[in-house]
């Protein structure tokens, strides 16, 4: 059997490939064990600058898979509480993950799928991708992704997307702040590859690493105690060796090689 997760590298960058495009790349119990050792792996690695969550065959990810979820609706609370956490935990991990990470959305990108791709830094989609959250077409409750995509969009445009359930085409979600970008689908591949070369080679990597996890712990706080934590922050990047290679470099008129 095929692993349901490839993971390959160029350079320092990272590929995570979700690899059941006959399934539409949908999550099931496999996948997501996969995915959290993949994510587990690559942030321990001080090899890898930056991740790219990809996938095979023309769905990004339709969700979860339909044998898994009827599965599911046949296990106990304490079985579906396990597996729950199991999601939850592999879907932190991606939103923090310490080096940036790039969606690259190609077809749709439904209910979990949507979940993992709104829970990386940055989302490259192809003209013909879809967004959504359907769940509540089934019965469902979009409960894990809720926060990442509040988090993303703001709490009004959530309630339209999470309340109704509609899928939107890859402009519309550009508007809606869930994509960043949108690309001709063969240009896809090149442009995804540009940014990650740039994440890879032109930014410090302790500098971005310490800037995701600024941006994590201050999501939550006021205005006051946000930026009593940034100025603490402040302090102990001026500190750091990247700090001082860089202002080295950029006062010597020096090319900076990260």
Not at 126 to 132: I, L, P, Y
Not at 133 to 139: A, L, S, Y
Not at 198 to 224: C, G, H, I, N, Y
């Amino acid at each position: 059997m095929a692993d349901s997760v490839v993971i390959s590298s160029i350079d320092s960058i990272l590929l995570i490939s979700l690899n059941r495009p006959e399934k539409r790349n949908a999550l099931d119990a496999d996948m997501v064990r996969e995915l959290q050792s993949a994510l587990d792996e690559g942030a321990r690695d001080d090899a890898v600058r930056v991740m790219v969550l990809m996938s095979e065959g023309e769905a990004f990810c339709a969700g979860a898979d339909l044998a898994y979820l009827t599965a599911l609706g046949e296990a106990s609370t304490l079985e579906n509480a396990a597996d729950s956490l199991q999601l939850m935990e592999m879907m932190y991990a991606l939103r923090t993950f310490p080096k940036p990470v790039i969606a690259k959305v190609q077809g749709p990108a439904l209910a979990g799928g949507c979940g993992l791709a709104i829970a990386c830094d940055i989302v490259v989609a192809s003209e013909n991708a879809s967004f959504g959250f359907p769940e509540v077409r089934i019965g469902f409750v979009p409960a894990i992704v809720m926060k990442l995509l509040t988090d993303r969009v703001g709490t009004g445009i959530a309630r339209e997307l999470l309340l109704r359930g509609n899928a939107v085409d890859a402009d519309t979600a550009q508007q809606l702040g869930l994509v960043n970008y949108v690309v001709d689908p063969d240009d896809l591949n090149s442009s995804v590859e540009r940014l990650a070369f740039e994440f890879a080679q032109k930014v410090s990597p302790q500098a971005v690493r310490m800037t995701k996890q600024l941006l994590l712990e201050t999501s939550s706080m006021d205005l006051a105690g946000a930026m009593r934590h940034a100025a603490a922050w402040n302090a102990i990047a001026r500190s750091s060796d990247d700090f001082r290679t860089g202002l080295g470099a950029f006062l010597g008129k020096q090319k900076i090689h990260w």
